[in-house]
């Protein structure tokens, strides 16, 4: 699904969507960044003046960023699912719901006692009924489609209703017994259920409770379909939309582009201050050229320490909530990591060597952080619980081989310094961070092709495994995320970081492209 006919103003785009999913940090050529063909109408994130955005316009941009997030979510999770959930009972919503459905059927209940009874109501639902049992149906199943229609003919039930000859109990088991044929075998009890309840009107409530079950499983069958072509179409079908909420809403790429600028910053600051720490450095050369991939690289490892309160840049939100997962992972990894460093530079060489040691201090810490993420959970309160079940399991191990368990003095500084891991600019917490930070980062310059691990730097080879394993995700959502964005975050770059250049050339040699 191209974005637009003119190859020329894209390729520039498309070649950088390429090197970024795929290329480690290598250094991407200028001209291609100054090329003023981006400028053209048909380029993803073409420069256009501020317009006002009407309200249909926006409700267009929403109703694609849906269907955008929907279709991702789809694809890369293999266990997403519709659920049938009910609301809460004690719930304000729940309640009126509640009453609702109660004065319904007890309406319902009475026009059926009256003599002679009242069928409009029923009537009613038996057309419902007959709508939805249709939208099961695959094409070409033509029998039980006019068998349907012709049993469930409201005009005629309508006409037997007014001659008082309603076989209201046949409806409802010629009902059952073709939902029984439509439905998925998980339906089958359900259905045994319905036959087996002799009140017509609580006959009809569970009916339309089955109905809605089989269609939840409708739906999820479609999605189970749909999910391989979605997966081998994503990457066009995701840009393609993405540019419809662009069209929409020409600020749509605001807090991308402000993500990135500020990935540039940070770059820029490094570099200067590695400049002014070198001797005989040239503090007044010119500004520095930037990889583009490395900026873009640095601002999706911003992304395992971003603050998810504020708003996350528009190009990732289809994967906010793994991405805030995975950083909350990272972060109770972090925390182990710093304990069993602590315990070993503290215990020393009596513990160094001892087999699963560092694993048995990892499963004392998993269950004391789980829910560090939540707004309730007390850090503090949870170390002080860790170090407390370190100094016994190290006292056990130092006394199961015969040596000296840790006096007062030794076990005080182990926990205070266990205790100190939530302080802020704490030592052994940032160098954790560091190196954490160092793998994904190796992990994010390989190319995407490349199966192997960087190497695990030093203290981190306790969660080597998850951390391993959470890269393996963090690097596939970055890749894919590239992949699919990669024309748009070209056209940023290209205006920020090359904005001053010469044009004459990259003008003269665009159409070469």
Partial sequence: MPLSDDQNSDSDSSRFSESAASSSDSEYSRQSFNSDSSSKPSSPASASPPKMVTFDELMAAARN??????????????????????????????????????????????????????????IKLFAEIKEILLSFLTPGANRIQNQICEVLDTDLIRQQAEHNAVDIHGLANYIINTMGKLCAPIRDNDIKQLKATDNIVELLRQIFHVLDLMKMDMANYTIQNLRPYLQR??????????????????????????????????????????SSSSPGADCSSSKPNLSPILVLNNGYLKLLQWDYHKTIPETLITDEVRLQELREKLNQLKIIACVCLITNNTVGAAIVNVPDLADQLK????????????????????LNAISVQVCSRVNRSL???????????????????????????????????????????????????????????????????????????????????????????????????????????????????
């Fill in 65 to 122: 960023l849906t269907n955008l997030t929907l279709a991702h979510e789809i694809a890369v999770n293999a266990n997403f699912c519709i659920k049938h959930e009910d609301l809460p009972r004690n719930s304000f919503a729940g309640t009126v719901k509640q009453i609702l459905h109660k004065a319904f059927w007890d309406c319902l209940e009475s026009e059926l006692n009256e003599d002679p009874p009242e069928y409009e109501h029923a």
């Fill in 233 to 274: 179409n994503l990457v066009d079908y995701e840009r393609t939309k993405f540019q419809e909420i662009l069209e929409e809403t020409p600020s749509a790429l605001d807090l991308t582009t402000e993500w990135i600028k500020e990935s540039i910053e940070d770059e820029l600051s490094s570099i200067s201050d590695e």
């Fill in 363 to 382: 499963r004392i810490s998993f269950p004391l952080l789980e829910g560090m993420n939540k707004k309730t959970f007390d850090l503090k309160e949870a």
């Fill in 399 to 513: 006394s199961e081989r015969g040596l000296p368990t840790l006096t007062t003095e030794m076990q005080n500084n182990l926990m205070g310094q266990i205790a100190s891991i939530v302080e802020e600019n704490n030592p052994v917490s940032s160098l954790i961070d560091k190196r954490i930070q160092f793998f994904m980062k190796s992990l994010l310059a390989l190319p995407s092709f490349q199966k192997c691990m960087p190497t695990m730097p030093g203290g981190l080879s306790v969660i080597q495994t998850e951390v391993e394993f959470i890269g393996s995700q963090y690097a596939s959502i970055v890749n894919f995320n590239k992949q699919v964005y990669g024309p748009f975050y070209a056209n940023i770059l290209r205006k920020l970081l090359f904005s001053e250049a010469p044009r004459g050339k990259a003008e003269t040699e665009a159409p070469a492209n």
